[in-house]
């Protein structure tokens, strides 16, 4: 005579299949699905324009075995690797990888996506994507400095009005052309669209550099800013009473030809609450300040 629990082990088994494909084999049999291990993204991946480059650099605590830049213009999708790079790996007292690299034969003006892949055993983890654009050339060109001036507190500096579309990657300043008692405070340089004064483009933190007096310092900004044909905007420098700049009386510029026109400085007097004010006339600034595109 056979048992009825025999008899009944088909539908048993009906029963185990249907609930395996239900809720998973993991959680029947206490199994876990592990997802394939993936290195770290390398980190601090700071991107700087260059004449038809850009220089990268970037941290990896971690010991990658190699490294690759991939790359793409105008939108940050569909990237491909940059080729036959040399790419620069040194490793600190903490053991973390520093690496640096420069994307050659790059367009002046045009903004790029970068990220830097980080491989273990064939494996990599990847960065986010930051973005650059390539261009090195100076607005201003020639200038004869106005009078020394430090009884100021406010943003200054020059109102272009652009002649073609521009993208702007790099803020400059002037250094005060004197050792002693020129410029020792870190200064905000900035972007604003005349037609939108309270609204910054972009911004830079300028630091001076000794042995550099009556010289443009530039930094170059977080991301590459455009600025439109038939457009005014105004490039600032934040002064601070005691710190050293350039009057705009006697200041005489000339800038590259056909990318812009210095219409008048322009300044904005804290003490006073003054607001954005248009001062001087055509090539006259306050400074000088600067841009790279």
């Known amino acids: 005579m056979i048992d009825s629990f025999v008899l009944l082990t088909p539908i048993l088994m009906l029963a185990v299949i249907a609930l395996v494909r239900f809720v998973g084999c993991g959680q029947v049999w206490g199994l876990q699905h592990v997802d394939p291990w993936v290195p770290d993204p390398p980190i601090n991946v700071q991107p700087t324009p260059r004449d038809q480059s850009v220089e990268l650099r970037w ?6 075995e190699r490294f690759e830049i991939w790359f793409h213009a105008d939108t940050p999708t569909d990237f491909v690797v940059v080729p036959n790079l040399t790419i620069d790996v ?49 607005f201003v060109t020639v200038m004869t400095l106005g009078a020394d001036r430090s009884d ?5 500096g020059m109102a272009v009005r652009m002649n073609v579309d ?21 200064h905000e340089l900035s972007i604003v669209d005349a037609s939108q004064p309270t609204v910054v483009l972009g911004m830079v933190t300028w630091t001076p550099e000794i042995g550099k007096e009556g010289m443009f310092i530039y930094r170059p900004l977080p991301q590459p ?10 490039i600032l420098t934040h002064e601070q009473s005691g710190e050293h700049f350039h009057n705009i009386l006697g200041m005489v510029v000339s800038m590259t030809s056909g990318v812009g026109t210095i219409v008048s400085g322009v300044y904005d007097d804290e003490t006073t609450m003054s607001g954005l004010v248009p001062y001087g006339t055509t090539n006259q600034l306050y400074g000088p300040v600067d841009f790279l595109y």
Not at 59 to 64: G, L, R, S, V
Not at 90 to 114: C, E, I, K, M, R
Not at 117 to 128: H, K, L, M, P, Q
Not at 166 to 186: D, E, H, I, K, S
Request: with cysteine; proline share 7%; aromatic share 12%.
């Open 152 to 156: 100021f507190t406010g943003r200054c």
């Open 166 to 186: 521009t993208r702007v990657t790099q803020l400059g300043r002037v250094m005060f052309a004197n050792p002693v008692f020129g410029n020792t405070q870190p």
């Open 59 to 64: 941290e990896y605590a971690k010991n990658a």
């Open 90 to 138: 040194t490793v600190d007292a903490q053991g973390v990888q520093h690496g640096s690299a420069t994307v050659p034969n790059l367009t002046n003006g045009t903004l790029y996506f970068f990220t830097v892949r980080a491989y273990i055993t064939d494996v990599f983890g990847e960065s986010e994507p930051v973005s650059a654009a390539p261009g090195v050339t100076s």
């Open 225 to 234: 800013v455009p600025l439109q044909a038939l457009h005014t905007y105004y």
